[in-house]
């Protein structure tokens, strides 16, 4: 599998967005960044099944 980076601006958009959620209601936060793992982890499995939008992308 390939790794996957962020760029450090996304990275840190990313970190903000999931203390917002936090501060809005316990755990969402945390829920945030897992369901985002789950979606990386499944573009990793079988990147082949959505479709590229730019390049490699």
């Known amino acids: 599998m390939k790794p996957v980076k962020f760029h450090p601006k996304a990275q840190s958009e990313l970190l903000e967005a999931a203390e917002c959620y936090e501060e809005h209601q316990k755990d ?25 939008i730019d390049e490699d992308i």
């Not at 969402?28 to 590229?52: A, D, H, V, W």
């Open 28 to 52: 969402l936060g945390k829920r945030f960044l897992e369901f985002l793992q789950e979606s990386i982890n499944r573009i990793q499995i079988n990147p082949l099944i959505y479709r590229t």
